[in-house]
């Protein structure tokens, strides 16, 4: 059974970093991207940065850019997203998800985490 366990969520200050951590289990994920998404309350579910299985060229929603990190460790079937300059509206529910070859979109994803919740106070 695949499972993809968010962690590092918070309360932080605007200004202040995160790093979220997802760790997966459950088969291997050679030549799988991993992907960041994010959920507002009242907001639709939107992409916040992907990766590919090889690290290279990854994506990123304009509104993160220059702020988030997406990077992983294949040895450890991990990948992170580091948040600097957090602003109030990064505040959401951030899903990993992971899908076989590349994507972008959460639609294109097969598995989900269930979250953690980041919230960024003004």
């Known amino acids: 059974q695949v499972q993809l366990v968010e962690s590092g969520g918070g309360l932080v200050q605007a200004g202040g970093s995160l790093r979220l951590s997802c760790a997966a289990s459950?088969?291997?994920?050679?030549?799988?991207?991993m992907g960041w998404f994010r959920q507002a309350p009242g907001e639709e579910r939107e992409s916040v940065a992907a990766i590919s299985w090889s690290g290279g060229t990854p994506y990123y929603a304009d509104s993160v850019k220059g702020r988030f990190t997406i990077s992983r460790d294949n040895a450890k079937n991990t990948v992170y997203l580091q948040m600097n300059s957090l602003k109030p509206e990064d505040t959401a529910v951030y899903y990993c998800?992971?899908?076989?070859?590349?994507?972008?979109?959460?639609?294109?994803?097969?598995?989900w985490g269930r979250g953690t919740q980041v919230t960024v106070s003004s």
């Open positions: 998800a992971a899908k076989r070859g590349w994507g972008t979109e959460d639609h294109e994803y097969n598995y």
């Open positions: 459950g088969r291997t994920f050679i030549g799988y991207a």
